[in-house]
Nanobody, 122 residues
Framework: QVQLVESGGGLVQPGESLTLSCVTS????????MAWYRQVPGKSRELVAS?????????RYGKFVKGRFTVNRDVGKNAIDLQMNWLRPEDTATYYC??????????????WGQGTQVTVSV
């Protein structure tokens, strides 16, 4: 049973920084992609950042990130973190860790963490 546990959310002021962490447990299939998504009530979940499990560690970021966030991965531990700088009130959301396993060409599976709240407010 794979589990993802996020930590690091909280309340910060605009312009401040925050680091989210996600650790996994259980047997994980490679290759995979780990990612952070976020969601606010009434809106769909959106990609914040993703990083692959291969040696290249390909990253992708949501357009709204604009160089403010950095995702890092410890491949050996199947853990990722998200360093968020210059936070804005519109970054307020519940942030979810995601593990996307690519088991075969026709078989992929997603695991999700329980989410951690990030609130950016004066």
């Amino acid at each position: 049973q794979v589990q993802l546990v996020e930590s690091g959310g909280g309340l910060v002021q605009p312009g401040e920084s925050l680091t989210l962490s996600c650790v996994t447990s259980g047997t994980i299939t490679n290759p995979n992609i780990m990612a952070w998504y976020r969601q606010v009530p009434g809106k769909s979940r959106e990609l914040v950042a993703s990083i692959s499990s291969d040696d290249v560690q390909r990253t992708r970021y949501g357009k709204f990130v604009k160089g403010r966030f950095t995702v890092n991965r410890d491949v050996g531990k199947n853990a990722i973190d998200l360093q968020m700088n210059w936070l804005r009130p519109e970054d307020t959301a519940t942030y979810y860790c995601n593990l996307h396993e690519i088991r075969s060409a026709t078989n992929e599976f997603d695991y999700w963490g329980q989410g951690t709240q990030v609130t950016v407010s004066v």
